[in-house]
């Protein structure tokens, strides 16, 4: 089955105390990106890839960080979590060229405490 | 740069009853148009998409949206409305210039609830 998976799902955790939020797709696409979303503000970019080891800045990437080492996985990092990266995270993909169509994953919802 | 405003926050309606959300979009270049669908706890999951090709696009659930570049409008639509659909709905837009890294820009959504 063609999908997005992103673990955990559910993650508390304390300021200040390094995490990575995985993120894989099966669909060998090439674009990958990560969003957060908060209320009323619905979903924001964080980061992207355009392939691996190509990556770049979306439109709220303080407090993250990026890695596309294989194509296949883009994981999340967040080197000191803060109380305001408290939110929902999706990852998604999509192919090159096409529709730009993206595919989501489910979702991890991160609480700093 | 590239927007999209989704006007009421809440939107309900009576099992039966015609949906409409809407959404208005700003963008320098043709648009890519989505809908999507956000079940509780879950993932979002595309409506359907505008990609300038009919201005009427169907999608899954019955739901349908119709592009209107003179009031840059895409509001989605459903004739009846069932219990099932009650769920937060996104609209967005693609950033087609290069340099955006295939963006979308969403909307703040808007939650729909079906009553009885």
């Known amino acids: 089955e063609a999908q997005v998976t992103q673990n955990p799902r559910y993650l508390i955790t304390v300021t200040g105390k390094k995490l990575t939020v995985t993120c894989s797709q099966n669909m060998n696409h090439e674009y990958m990106s990560w969003y957060r979303q908060d209320p009323g503000l619905g979903l924001r970019q964080i980061y992207y890839?355009?392939?691996?080891?190509?990556?770049d800045k979306g439109d709220v990437p303080e407090g993250y960080k990026v890695s596309r080492k294989e194509k296949r996985n883009f994981p999340l990092i967040l080197e000191s979590p803060s109380p305001n990266q408290t939110s929902l995270y999706f990852c998604a993909s999509r192919q090159r060229g096409g529709t730009d169509t993206q595919y989501f994953g489910p979702g991890t919802r991160l609480t700093v405490l | 740069a590239q927007s999209v405003t989704q006007l009421g926050s809440h939107v309900s309606v009576s099992e039966g009853a015609l949906v409409l959300l809407r959404c208005n979009y700003s963008s320098s270049v043709p648009p890519y148009l989505f809908w999507y669908v956000q079940y509780p706890n879950q993932g979002l999951q595309l409506l359907l998409k505008?990609?300038?090709?009919?201005?009427l696009v169907k999608g899954i659930n019955g739901f349908e949206a119709e592009f209107k570049k003179s009031e840059t409008s895409f509001h989605l639509t459903k004739p009846s409305a069932h219990m099932s659909d009650a769920a937060e709905y996104f609209c967005?837009?693609?950033?087609?210039?290069?340099?955006?890294?295939?963006?979308?820009?969403f909307g703040t959504g808007t939650q729909l609830k079906v009553e009885l």
């Open positions: 890839s355009m392939n691996v080891e190509v990556t």
């Open positions: 505008y990609t300038s090709a009919a201005t």
């Open positions: 967005a837009v693609s950033d087609r210039v290069t340099g955006g890294g295939n963006k979308l820009t």
